[in-house]
């Protein structure tokens, strides 16, 4: 009630950020996790995967709201995901940064550790 549609409404735009962020992440991620020999194919599992969970989450958010559960949590659920994606793309670049000593996507060897 009140000023609940501008939160939701803020709230929605937030997560939709995310998700597109993520979604970004991922790719520019790619192109380090994965040597030139293998990255088309490294990147296409990675996408595929993504579109898996595009079809899955609507089917999932159905089965919530089947479940009665409240909008707090029907919005929550999304929002810890797309964290969740959100920290895997940072650590995922931390890795790669420390494995390769720079975000350089150029064919440099890894570091020995």
Do not use: Q
Not at 54 to 79: D, T
């Amino acid at each position: 009630a009140g000023g609940a549609a501008t939160m939701v409404t803020v709230l929605s735009i937030l997560a939709g950020a995310c998700v597109v962020g993520v979604n970004f992440g991922i790719n520019a991620v790619n192109g380090i996790i994965y040597p030139t020999p293998i990255r088309a194919k490294g990147t296409g599992w990675t996408n595929a995967m993504g579109r898996f969970g595009a079809v899955a989450g609507p089917i999932l958010g159905g089965i919530f709201v089947g479940m009665h559960w409240s909008l707090v949590e029907l919005f929550a659920v999304p929002a810890m995901s797309s964290l969740l994606g959100a920290l895997a793309m940072m650590l995922l670049a931390r890795l790669c940064y420390r494995r390769f000593a720079s975000h350089r996507l150029d064919e440099r060897a890894a570091v020995a550790s």
